[in-house]
């Protein structure tokens, strides 16, 4: 193989694999999260990236007319005691870790308990994996958010 023939190859190679890198399925943006029982939308979660990590906030509850609009966290602990869920970051602390974000943690409002995370795009980034889980990753609940449009 001739030196120019190698070069154009090298360079080529290195286009496409630059191309996938710029392509690949960000965590970032707005998520829908499923109601584990009812299988109805149950919140819209915002996705976004501060000092390097990523954190969620919930920006959008979807309740039942009969249901209080804007109910608080009565169950969280410490500050986050009977304050709003609309608008409170239930996601925080998470650092990229190859195909998938992890060492953070995840709220459930409707427990008041804080789990350690991990997220995975899967689907070409249209779901969301999320792991929530107590101590090693094999002991918790896993749930698939959808892309938000």
């Known amino acids: 193989m001739t030196a120019t023939?190698?070069?154009?190859?090298?360079?080529?190679?290195?286009?496409?694999?630059?191309?996938?890198?710029?392509?690949?399925?960000?965590?970032?943006?707005?998520?829908?999260t499923i109601d584990d029982e009812t299988k109805k939308p149950k919140s819209i979660v915002t996705?976004?990236?501060?000092?390097?990590?990523?954190?969620?906030?919930?920006?959008?509850l979807f309740r039942e007319p009969t249901e209080e609009q804007n109910p608080l966290c009565d169950k969280c602990e410490g500050t986050l005691k009977n304050q709003p869920i609309l608008g409170m970051v239930i996601l925080r602390d998470l650092k990229k870790d190859g195909n998938e974000w992890s060492g953070g943690?995840?709220?459930d409002p409707?427990?008041?308990?804080?789990?350690?995370?991990k997220l995975?795009?899967?689907d070409g980034g249209k779901k969301l994996k999320v792991r929530g889980f107590i101590g090693i990753a094999l002991i918790g609940r896993t749930q698939y958010w959808m892309r938000a449009e």
């Open 5 to 32: 023939r190698w070069l154009g190859l090298a360079t080529l190679t290195l286009l496409f694999a630059t191309n996938a890198l710029a392509q690949a399925p960000s965590a970032l943006g707005r998520w829908t």
């Open 47 to 60: 996705i976004y990236e501060e000092g390097g990590k990523l954190y969620g906030k919930i920006e959008k």
């Open 105 to 107: 943690t995840i709220l």
């Open 110 to 117: 409707a427990n008041g308990k804080t789990y350690k995370v």
């Open 120 to 122: 995975a795009i899967e």
